[in-house]
């Protein structure tokens, strides 16, 4: 799939849930690996599917292809975002981008030794890359839920390339919002599954979401990812794609396969 932006291409390959291969810049940058196979890690708790184990699809996407990177960004290291076999597989000298001191010193103490926090613009080659907020839940369920903790996105900008803006897990809040005005990105990727908690809070954006993200930014590519790969994620492909056709906005609203590389 071809989607003419502007200026040079970037290629976005989504991987499965929230993992995806962006090629930018001339370098290969791997976002929340989760690597594990089909039913290696426990099911979320949610009012959904308790019993079914994540992930609940294997990979599609080759290892090999997965493990041979230039860098790694973690939002956040919830474990469908950062799982065992991602720290077990990944290298220990990769430069991995977490969001905070708190994510850095986990990282150090399983052996990786070059973690780099997002407390301002992070330089990788030609990109520049730069934390936004997100925010894992509405407000009522993150006071009584404080153990849900800090959650990120981040924006991507090469020269000549599109400005890529991936909002992580987050619900629309004020920090979407103002990741969108401020660096008006050309492709912007939601996780929208809608997961679930056991209290029946939306812990991450929903198919709806998409109509906010793109009555705020008309112009942008949407790719909307995080569905059918875990056991409390409720919204699914076709929800979205319907959704979409019945704004007419199909043509800005993507909803990969795993496995599946668009190119901008």
């Avoid at 209290?199 to 949407?222: F, K, T, W």
């Amino acid at each position: 799939m071809l989607i003419i932006v502007k200026g040079k291409l970037m290629q976005i390959t989504h991987v499965r849930n929230a993992t995806m291969l962006i090629e930018a810049g001339g370098m290969r940058i791997l976002v929340d690996p989760m690597l594990g196979a089909k039913g290696s890690g426990a099911a979320a708790p949610t009012v959904a599917d308790n019993k079914s184990r994540n992930p609940l699809v294997d990979l599609k996407t080759p290892l090999a292809q997965l493990l041979d990177v230039d860098a790694v960004i973690v939002t956040h290291s919830h474990p469908d975002h950062w799982d065992e076999a991602a720290a077990s597989l990944l290298s220990r000298e990769l430069p991995i981008i977490v969001q905070n001191g708190s994510d850095a010193q986990m990282l150090g103490e399983i052996g990786f030794t070059n973690a780099i926090i997002m407390d301002g613009p992070v330089t990788l080659g030609q990109a520049t890359v730069t934390r936004t907020d997100g925010q894992h839940g509405p407000d009522a369920f993150m006071a009584e839920n404080p153990y849900m903790g800090s959650v990120s996105g981040f924006v991507l900008q090469v020269p000549g390339e599109p400005t890529l803006y991936v909002a992580g897990d987050t619900v629309w809040h004020a920090g979407v919002v103002s990741a969108l005005d401020e660096y008006r990105p050309d492709v912007v990727v939601l996780n929208t599954g809608e997961a679930t908690w056991i209290s029946g809070d939306a812990i991450i954006m929903g198919a709806e979401d998409v109509l906010r993200v793109h009555e705020a930014l008309p112009s942008a590519q949407l790719i909307t990812v995080h569905m059918e790969a875990l056991n409390h994620c409720v919204v699914t492909r076709a929800q979205v794609r319907d959704l979409a056709s019945e704004h007419g906005i199909a043509d800005l609203v993507h909803v990969p396969a795993d496995g599946e590389t668009m190119t901008f």
